[in-house]
């Protein structure tokens, strides 16, 4: 796992440089969102978290496309009470801002009595001839309601009206390391703004920000995000999706996003010829 091609490079505490697989498909020369997402949320984790307690939300703010340049991310710790650890992270390059974060840690313990409705169905799982693949490839898997055949790694097969979603292999966000479930999570989660603003001409929507709520840490070494809804009204979109594995859901993600139509990317064509 350590010897695959990683995001970043880390080139001292808080710093790290990003590699070309950190590239934007917005714009190869800033870094893409679940890159940075996922850098963010390492810094808070390894920070902040402790003993006992788990990640329980993520909320990330990305005001500025960040260049494909070295990247610092200096965190601080807000609150660390008995049940309840708060920080947050700002990530910058050359003293300019692009992106802000804040984690909340919570206390593991007993469930309480009872019982509670929760989702009726549980999202589905790729077969495993094609999971097979995900190593081989290094791309994820993509699924729609409308493929006949549910899971395919070309997106051109997906792209039209209905629910899609993703499974991903993990990969390293930092080079000779391998990531936390935690951090793992931040990286898929960030493909909610694809799941949910992908629609019949491709993505015209490009996401601000992510909220990754999680009950349970994943398990294993691969993560599905599904579509829940999707919601838009004059350029301003916001959509919700399900981050599961292998035995069932973990978490929500949230996302707000932007219209982007001049630079929109279409799917059902190589990503060289789409509309930028």
Known sequence: MINRPAFFDHTGEGNFTPTPLAASPWNPRTVSGPALCGLLARELEVNHSAEGFQPARLTIDMFKPAPAEPLRVS??????????????????????EFARASAVFLKRSHQPQGEI?????????????????????????????IHPDGWSMDMAQHQGVSKKRMWSRVISLVADETPSPF?????????????????SEG?????????????RMPRGTDLGIETDNHLSADGVATGSAVLYDQDGPVGMCVVTAVSNAARQIDLGRPLESSSR
Do not use: K, M, Y
Not at 122 to 136: G, S
Not at 183 to 199: D, P
Not at 203 to 215: M, Q, R, S, Y
């Open 117 to 145: 409705w929760q989702r009726a169905t549980t999202p589905p799982t790729p077969p495993e001839i094609l999971v097979a693949q995900l190593e081989q490839h290094g791309v994820p898997l993509f699924g729609s309601d």
């Open 183 to 199: 951090v793992h999570a931040a990286i898929v989660g960030e493909a909610a703004s694809l799941v949910t603003n992908w629609g």
């Open 203 to 215: 993505v015209g929507f490009i996401n601000a920000d992510l909220t990754l709520t999680l009950a």
């Open 75 to 96: 965190t601080t710790e807000v609150r660390a009470g008995n049940r309840i650890i708060v920080a947050d992270a700002l990530l910058t390059s050359g003293g300019i």
